[in-house]
DNA sequence: GGATAAACAGACTCTTTTATCTGATACAAT
DNA sequence: ATTGTATCAGATAAAAGAGTCTGTTTATCC
């Protein structure tokens, strides 16, 4: 099984939550949150890029640089983060794969998978950043400081 | 993003489900099901051979042979299609990548996330493939029939 | 037994994703 | 201005997934 978030997604996301979180204005370095997260920093540099061109996060080069989030984090949606790295959503294709599968002429699977999509496409749409960051601290406080 | 099954996984319920309708007891040739799916015919081989060693397809070789499901429809359920195929289920790993994330220290999309993840468990273990042919000659029989 | 027709098996190629390396560029502090 | 510290950018490498090729084995039919 595949699974929804590609691997750069799932880090890109890490690090959004790690920047609303950790923010006071101020900038993180990139080392920073790779090391926190055990994100392979070159790699996360690449996704924060992208980020970057999208507005979602804003850099600053140079000494006193770093990344920090593009705007509030109330105004950021997962689904926008999903669709920055990994590109348009596939979850309108069939789930098996049927090239021809369609609302009236369906796969078998196809009246479940799509309440199930129709769920997660809700959570992505209607999920912001600041939501996340919410419940957190009582939980993954702990975890994500002590990295 | 990625989602849920991979290609191979695609192409082995495509195939389970045209073996279990086509069948009147005799082996179908793995050409005949390549071509009317249009899945690689030597690609397709091989996602067989790991279905049959899972006895979920049984095999003959030589003239006259083919394959078949290895029991019947009424028995086989997706689930073993994709553990078989695609391994155990990624489905409990965390959404968004977090090593550390369970119940008690969860992820921010870990509650919701795990509704979902439920419902789509629920009806991979549930799904037979009898099931999965059933409504098909209504719908997608002219499809596959002229394939 | 020989010819034929199928699955089986392993090696190989191509593509995409994930990850690394190196140098250039920009900014700030002194 | 120089130095140090950060991101930016492009090329490259490694790994995994998808697909191809070639030959072997096994069964059936004549």
Redesign the interface.
């Known amino acids: 099984?595949?699974?929804?978030?590609?691997?750069s997604?799932?880090?890109a996301?890490?690090a959004v939550?790690y920047m609303a979180r950790v923010e006071n204005g101020k900038p993180v370095h990139l080392r920073t949150i790779s090391d926190a997260m055990?994100i392979p920093h070159h790699f996360l540099g690449k996704i924060l890029q992208i980020l970057t061109r999208d507005d979602i996060v804003q850099s600053t080069k140079g000494a006193n640089g770093g990344f920090k989030l593009g705007r509030s984090a109330s105004e950021i949606r997962l689904l926008e983060i999903?669709h920055s790295v990994?590109?348009a959503?596939?979850?309108d294709?069939c789930?098996?794969?049927?090239?021809?599968c369609v609302d009236d002429?369906?796969?078998?699977?196809h009246d479940?998978?799509k309440?199930?999509k129709e769920?997660?496409m809700k959570?992505l749409r209607e999920?912001t950043i600041d939501?996340?960051?919410e419940?957190?601290d009582s939980?993954?406080a702990e975890?994500a400081a002590t990295h």
Do not use: A
């Open positions: 099984m595949s699974l929804i978030f590609s691997r997604c799932e880090y996301l890490q939550i055990s999903v990994d590109g959503t596939s979850l294709k789930i098996m794969g049927y090239p021809e002429k369906p796969c078998p699977l479940e998978w309440k199930s769920t997660i959570m999920t939501k996340m960051t419940g957190l939980k993954l975890t």
